[in-house]
């Protein structure tokens, strides 16, 4: 059932992790193996301060992940943030939503913590591209009041030109 079960993990493409009561990495699926560029036994039952055949980058992430991992802890309760990272294969910033799952035993020692985060970098940029498609069609009713107000303009002061000088005339 568990080969099963990380099977499934590892072919989706959210970033999903589990880590112990001694901050070490389980497992990492291939989704954030993919995003830092990382192999799995360069984290695997490691900590941060294990971390060294890394890249500065990944581990950056990685710590900054950890922080927000041991605010979870903390608090003792699921924790979502929308988090900003940067993908060095495409060069792009992916945004995801996630959410640290912080595990208790049922004396309420730690146990470990599970992260979950969505890719909603597509959802971002389709809001961002739906505000911006409104702010142009605002921007072009704009432009055609100014140029229907600037042409009725020239036309008022054309034909008040030419009224009065038929009137001289």
Not at 87 to 105: A, S
Request: proline share 2%; net charge neutral; with cysteine.
């Amino acid at each position: 059932p568990y080969t099963t079960l990380f099977r499934s993990i590892n072919s989706t493409t959210n970033l999903i992790y589990f880590k112990s009561s001694k901050c070490k990495f389980l497992d990492i699926n291939n989704a954030i193996l993919t995003l830092l560029n990382i192999d799995e036994e360069d984290c695997k039952n490691k900590n941060i301060e294990e971390l060294t055949n890394i890249s500065p980058q990944a581990k950056s992430v990685l710590e900054s992940w950890s922080n927000k991992d041991e605010d979870a802890w903390k608090t003792g309760t699921v924790c979502r943030r929308e988090e900003v990272v940067h993908d060095e294969r495409d060069k792009t910033d992916k945004i995801y939503d996630t959410l640290r799952i912080p595990l208790f035993n049922d004396d309420g020692t730690y146990k470990g913590l599970i992260l979950l985060g969505f890719n909603i970098t597509d959802y971002k940029n389709n809001k961002q591209n739906e505000k911006m498609i409104i702010e142009l069609m605002n921007y072009d009713k704009l432009k055609t009041n100014f140029f229907s107000n600037i042409s009725h303009e020239l036309r008022d002061r054309k034909s008040t030109r030419l009224n009065s000088s038929h009137k001289t005339h």
